[in-house]
């Protein structure tokens, strides 16, 4: 059992350079989020999709976009990477997006933009 | 006022001690709150979840919460030098959906 699974795992861009993160998860759950990391930020909520075919935003959704492919994947892309995108980017799931919904995460994607 | 606010670290115990871990948080109808632990270069991984005020024990592990206070705490009796981590404090709060809020955790170094 895989869990929630992400590629790539580390990544260098240059500025105004697009790329797509992936994310998929194997555990049957509804609802899956896009998290970034930054030192002393904990972790900020970049889109979530409560459910297969919704997606919307969260607390830093500018310079991004998503798709919820089918149930299992959701990815995140970046249309034109800026040096302020430099992160680590966590992809999570959850069973369900309402109460007592604990979230699993991927392994992360260290994201680098120069 | 941030959303979730965890105790500035990092936090340094003995091992044997206690580790208290504290977080508070801002919107009063948040109603499921969970503990992280986060091991550096690694993802987050779930270890304690509470829903209702009161202890909840699990292990070595004891999560408090007091929705009056509008605070949630973690406590580690036995402190091992595995459990130093970072560790995040996440709050689901209903008014904005679907979302889990973290704090900015907390840095604990359990000293052999």
């Known amino acids: 059992n895989a869990g929630v699974t992400q590629t790539p795992k580390f990544q260098v861009l240059k500025t105004g350079q697009s790329m797509t993160l992936q994310c998929a998860q194997d555990?049957?759950?509804?609802?899956m989020y896009w998290y970034r990391q930054d030192p002393g930020m904990g972790l900020r909520l970049i889109y979530y999709?409560?459910?297969?075919?919704?997606?919307d935003k969260g607390e830093v959704p500018n310079g991004y976009n998503v798709s919820r492919l089918n149930k299992r994947e959701f990815s995140l892309r970046l249309e034109s990477a800026a040096p302020s995108q430099t992160s680590v980017y966590f992809c999570?799931?959850?069973?369900?997006?309402?109460?007592?919904?604990?979230?699993?995460f991927g392994q992360g994607t260290r994201l680098t933009v120069v | 006022q941030k959303e979730v606010e965890q105790n500035s670290g990092p936090l340094s115990v003995p091992e044997g001690a206690i580790a208290s871990l504290n977080c508070t948080y801002s919107?009063?109808?948040?109603?499921?709150f969970f503990w992280y632990r986060q091991y550096s270069g690694k993802s987050p991984e779930l270890i304690m979840s509470?829903?209702?005020?009161g202890d909840k024990e699990d292990g070595r592990f004891t999560a408090q919460l007091n929705k009056a206070s509008q605070y949630v705490s973690l406590l580690i009796r036995d402190s091992q030098p595995s459990d130093s981590a970072t560790y995040l404090c996440?709050?689901?709060?209903?008014?904005?959906?679907?979302?889990?809020?973290f704090g900015e955790g907390t840095q604990l170094t359990v000293n052999p």
């Open positions: 999570a799931s959850s069973v369900r997006p309402y109460l007592r919904a604990e979230a699993f």
């Open positions: 555990m049957n759950h509804n609802s």
């Open positions: 999709s409560a459910s297969e075919g919704t997606t």
């Open positions: 919107d009063r109808v948040s109603q499921s």
């Open positions: 509470i829903y209702s005020n």
């Open positions: 996440a709050v689901n709060r209903e008014t904005s959906g679907s979302r889990l809020t």
